[in-house]
């Protein structure tokens, strides 16, 4: 399907004791330690209210039917 979306996406490696994030847009988290925030992920937004986008549209899906996967980040 077309259209835009925001994404927040984190993995934890329990073994190392590390947490790894990718944040697009004006989606985000938070780190909490003993109920005390810790870390507040930074939004993306461009020109004030307008976040960076994962864009999917007519041109793309084209593509996508030619066996090429291509997202824009804009």
């Known amino acids: 399907s ?9 993995g ?5 004791g590390r947490l790894y994030s990718v944040n697009i847009g004006d ?7 003993q109920g005390a925030v810790v870390y507040r992920s930074r939004s993306q937004a461009l020109n004030g209210d307008c976040p960076r ?4 549209y ?6 996508k039917r030619h066996g090429l996967n291509y997202t824009q980040l804009s």
């Open 27 to 33: 989606s985000g988290y938070v780190v909490v330690r």
């Open 2 to 10: 077309l259209g835009s979306a925001t994404a927040c996406i984190l």
């Open 53 to 56: 986008q994962l864009d999917v």
């Open 58 to 63: 007519p041109w793309t899906a084209s593509l």
């Open 12 to 16: 934890i490696d329990c073994r190392l």
